[in-house]
């Protein structure tokens, strides 16, 4: 089960540490994706439950990402793998927190026909994060290559801090930044997965995904982390908003688990 935890390489943590990013291949079982697969589909069609749906068919945004936020809060099966011991272990490995929380999952689905890019951006600015930190497991239900929505990563580009949010419908060109005349879109790794394999890349690296050409979704789940002692920024955000907390809280409790 995916309880169990693994130890990453030293090549592997070194990679992800000096260049924002790091993929690791077979991070789930055949057994474990067909039941991911499952679990995922299930959500996916939830009504009035407490996960969000970012989007809905004819959206804009929808030919972008089909995306569902916490889904861990709809699906006890998907609750097991968006709190799994195993996943969260690796961030804190790759990134050397003293403890990792749970921010938030999503599932991402790229739609397939009328499918739009995701344009560069970072992640960390959509966040409501005072510190720095936070990284993403991006786990690959589909193999994706350029054709189906496999993403591109800028190495080194997480160094670049104190960039704008980018509209993911109407985007603007994040390499356009003053901050970011030092990335090189250039430079940017294709990364091409298997299906049960992963990446992590952490909230300021530059990323991309390929708009979906074929006839079936891209399914990825994405979880985010976040190193233990995050505060809040005060700024709006859908897993934030109503609970409360004032400028400088400390992400905690319930909603945000510590899992490793």
């Known amino acids: 089960m995916v309880d169990n935890t693994i130890q990453l390489t030293e090549e592997k943590v070194r990679y992800y540490r000096e260049n924002g990013f790091v993929q690791i291949d077979n991070m789930l079982s055949e057994d474990e994706l067909a039941e991911l697969r499952t679990y995922l589909e299930e959500t996916m069609g939830v009504e009035g439950g407490r996960s969000?749906?970012?989007?809905?068919?004819?959206?804009?945004?929808?030919?972008?990402?089909?995306?569902?936020?916490?889904?861990?809060?709809?699906?006890?099966?998907?609750?097991?793998?968006?709190?799994?011991?195993?996943?969260?272990?690796?961030?804190?490995?790759?990134?050397?927190?003293?403890?990792?929380?749970?921010?938030?999952?999503?599932?991402?689905?790229?739609?397939?026909?009328?499918?739009?890019?995701?344009?560069?951006?970072?992640?960390?600015?959509?966040?409501?994060?005072?510190?720095?930190?936070?990284?993403?497991?991006?786990?690959?239900?589909?193999?994706?290559?350029?054709?189906?929505?496999?993403?591109?990563?800028?190495?080194?580009?997480?160094?670049?801090?104190?960039?704008?949010?980018?509209?993911?419908?109407?985007?603007?060109?994040?390499?356009?930044?003053?901050?970011?005349?030092?990335?090189?879109?250039?430079?940017?790794?294709?990364?091409?997965?298997?299906?049960?394999?992963?990446t992590f890349h952490d909230g300021l690296t530059f990323h991309y995904a390929h708009a979906n050409q074929t006839d079936k979704p891209r399914r990825a789940l994405a979880i985010i982390y976040m190193p233990d002692g995050t505060t809040y920024s005060g700024a709006n955000h859908v897993c934030t908003d109503g609970l409360g907390l004032a400028k400088g809280d400390v992400l905690s409790g319930g909603l945000f688990p510590k899992l490793a």
């Open 52 to 198: 969000t749906q970012t989007a809905r068919t004819g959206d804009l945004y929808y030919k972008v990402l089909n995306q569902r936020v916490n889904t861990w809060r709809d699906h006890g099966g998907m609750a097991r793998y968006v709190t799994s011991r195993r996943f969260a272990d690796a961030a804190k490995q790759l990134s050397g927190a003293s403890g990792i929380r749970l921010f938030h999952d999503h599932a991402l689905l790229k739609m397939p026909q009328d499918s739009k890019p995701t344009p560069w951006h970072q992640d960390l600015p959509y966040w409501p994060m005072n510190e720095s930190g936070a990284l993403t497991i991006w786990i690959a239900l589909d193999d994706v290559d350029e054709n189906n929505g496999c993403m591109m990563l800028v190495p080194k580009s997480q160094k670049l801090k104190n960039l704008k949010s980018i509209d993911l419908v109407h985007p603007e060109d994040l390499f356009a930044d003053e901050g970011a005349k030092d990335a090189d879109r250039n430079t940017a790794a294709i990364v091409r997965m298997k299906a049960g394999s992963c």
